[in-house]
């Protein structure tokens, strides 16, 4: 019952992205598609940045047994079958200051491109999905939310998954809706949040993710000024430049068979391309 579900879930899902994609302003000049590289062939860089799509993945709970509900929990059997996905059909696992990095600096990343991002700061996180994250070789982005600090993670168990190469990144300090906030609390739920982390971690922490995904243009503007070079949504589809401040990601559903988690990952990219051929058209007045 949970499974069929979840695979009408998704496939709802799916139908909705191809619209919200194709909605979306032309970004202008496209490079070219690159013909498909092989696992041990990093993507050459760009010499001014290159505008590469990349499938953000979003956790939360990993349960080594029996689940929650299925947008917030996957059970640690799930999650080791699509990190096995992952490895064998050439992806890599990668941070969002190296996706950063390759859209404004052209750096290199390694082909097929994704980021592994879990939210808010849960301890079987730290029990479970760091270990398999691990074992495959792959970085994690924890979205944490600041007061999970002390409640479902120490410090120390932070610092140990940056450690193991996981990005740190915001979600505030409370994991309120931001866009309901008066502006000067809304500022210190954004820039308090990272300037904590970055004391308590000793690390960068330039990237924001918005509770329950919701934002607006003020929002946005207050992520600007306190100083975060990027933000991730829960829209749903490949993560381009264009949106740096509303970044789709791709929800990972618990119990959804593991050919529903490679069509979301594919689904996602058919749709960017028909958007793409679109936009290209209309572009060339055909």
Not at 121 to 139: E, F, I, M, N, V
Not at 206 to 228: I, L, Q, T
Request: glycine share 10%.
């Amino acid at each position: 019952m949970v499974a069929a579900l979840v695979v009408a879930l998704a496939v709802a899902v799916g139908v909705v992205v191809a619209a919200r994609i194709a909605d979306r302003p032309a970004p202008g000049a496209r490079h070219a598609t690159r013909a498909a590289a092989t696992r041990s062939s990093p993507v050459p860089a760009a010499r001014h940045g290159d505008p590469q799509p990349v499938p953000i993945l979003m956790y939360h709970h990993v349960a080594r047994g029996r689940a929650g509900a299925p947008l917030l929990w996957v059970r640690r059997a799930q999650l080791r079958g699509e990190l096995a996905y992952l490895r064998d059909h050439g992806y890599h696992a990668v941070t969002m200051q190296q996706v950063y990095d390759r859209w404004t600096q052209g750096r290199a990343l390694p082909p097929r491109p994704v980021v592994l991002s879990f939210d808010d700061g849960y301890l079987d996180q730290y029990r479970y999905a760091a270990p398999l994250l691990r074992h495959y070789g792959d970085p994690g982005v924890l979205n944490l939310i600041v007061r999970n600090l002390g409640r479902t993670l120490t410090i120390a168990m932070v610092a140990r998954m940056a450690g193991w190469g996981w990005e740190i990144d915001s979600h505030t300090i409370t994991h309120r809706d931001v866009t309901l906030l008066p502006p000067a609390t809304a500022a210190y739920e954004l820039k308090g949040s990272r300037d904590l982390l970055q004391r308590y971690f000793h690390v960068p922490v330039n990237f924001f993710c918005y509770p329950g995904g919701s934002y607006d243009k003020a929002v946005e503007a207050a992520v600007r000024r306190a100083g975060y070079l990027a933000a991730t949504s829960v829209w749903f589809g490949l993560a381009r430049p264009r949106d740096l401040y509303g970044l789709p990601r791709i929800v990972v559903f618990g119990g959804e068979p593991l050919a529903v988690f490679a069509a979301g990952l594919e689904g996602s990219r058919r749709a960017e391309a028909d958007a793409d051929r679109v936009e290209s058209r209309s572009g060339s007045g055909a």
